[in-house]
């Protein structure tokens, strides 16, 4: 596929075990799963980089996703049910005989959580090699976990190509790399938590600081009390969209971190991202895992125009 608007790259868990409880236990404590015993047994498609590729594509964004897995990519549904969304598959590596990471999510009723995974073969990315020609054919970039030589080598080629770039996520982890990510990316996007492990990593004050080592935009979500937006003009408060279906938390950062490329690559203004944003992620939190239910964008349309009594402009 020729001509994709966004291209997301980042190798890390692909297949997500939810565990819900009505709080987090204590050291050496044992509680109960509050879930289906079904939900409990299923599979669920996750990892970032591939939640953001399949919410784009769903929101009719021209998306391309890079990665590298294991064969079980394939044998377990993941791979046709992104190229039935629409998601260019030609930049994702499938090594055969190896296996794709696994993530265990545990929350609480109060969305406390907390996850623990096995790369597979995520663990190998030093050696990778990034489809550098796909990424400079690409309108924009977006890298997620792992921040890592491979996902860098991403990031800077896009830039290099004077691509719109963004980072979706813990930039933190990159450790000495972090400035190099932070200088080659337009766009920034971490959750409350995120946020503060960077600026305690950088020493810095407030979010806003973060615009000076390379962003043009630093988005930060606060869950249920919406999200800031730093630029150079100031920052903007924007509120979350809220539901009186609230099932599972899991893919909601990422699946706002997409709807903010669709806005950009479209051109729309900072304010209509953000409640446009706000509003898919509304959607991904009423059923179990990242990818069950995404929104195309007619239903995006009618719950935005309901919630902030306005058009949505497309």
Known sequence: MSGLELFSIGSWSIFDHLLRMQRLPQEGETVPLDMPISEMERLHFGDCSANIAAVAARLGVRTG???VVGDDFETSGYAAHLRNLGVDLSGVEIRANEK???SFNFFDAENRSFCVSH???AAQQDDWRIPEAIIASAKALVVSEMFSVYTLAAIEAAKRAGRLTAINGMVATAGDLASRFLAAA????????EAADL??????GSPSKLLDLGP????VTEGSNGSRWYQ??????????KTDHFVDSTGAGDSFAASVMCGLVRGWPVEQIGKFAATVASFVVEAWGCQTNLPDMDQVAERYRNFF??????
Do not use: F, Y
């Not at 043009?216 to 988005?219: G, Y």
């Not at 009594?309 to 497309?314: D, F, G, N, Y």
């Open 232 to 241: 150079a003009q100031g920052e903007i408060h924007l509120p979350a969209v």
């Open 186 to 193: 337009d766009v920034l996007i971490l959750s409350r938590g």
């Open 199 to 204: 600026m305690t990593r950088l020493s810095l």
């Open 119 to 121: 790369l597979g073969v």
């Open 216 to 219: 043009r935009l630093v988005v």
């Open 65 to 67: 996703l890079g990665m």
């Open 100 to 102: 794709s990471g696994h």
């Open 309 to 314: 009594k306005e058009v949505l402009i497309r």
